[in-house]
């Protein structure tokens, strides 16, 4: 289910906190983002229609839960940007990040590690 970058800065809101109401997601915002109440709502209504979040009625508010996991929030995103920007695969895009950002030596020994235990695990 795609959800748009807006959608996930709420989203984040409720994996956190969740459930929560309207204005406590937009509390929760504070200086982070420039938005009114009135766009939370908004956010949230869309989401609601995706079936990422699900509603309850609580006296005369209203809460929002996450039904859309996170962990599965990112594996379609990094796939979507892996297929878009590198054919799908990894090591033309761990080639870019070292080429355009240099790796500290901190992310190099957890890269070899990663690798290594992928060798083993095979």
Not at 27 to 50: F, H, I
Not at 60 to 71: H, I, N, T
Not at 78 to 101: C, I, N, Q, T, Y
């Amino acid at each position: 289910m795609p959800i748009s970058e807006a959608e996930s800065v709420v989203m984040q809101v409720l994996w956190k906190d969740g459930p929560l109401g309207a204005a406590e997601v937009f509390a929760a915002l504070g200086d982070r983002q420039d938005w009114q109440e009135a766009t939370v709502k908004t956010l949230l209504n869309r989401l609601l229609n995706k079936g990422a979040v699900s509603v309850e009625r609580e006296g005369r508010r209203y809460l929002y839960a996450p039904v859309l996991r996170r962990e599965d929030w990112l594996q379609q995103e990094s796939k979507g940007l892996l297929d878009r920007l590198f054919g799908g695969r990894l090591a033309p895009m761990v080639a870019h990040f070292s080429e355009h950002r240099k790796l500290s030596k901190k992310d190099i020994a957890e890269l070899k590690k990663l690798i290594q235990e992928l060798d083993d695990g095979r």
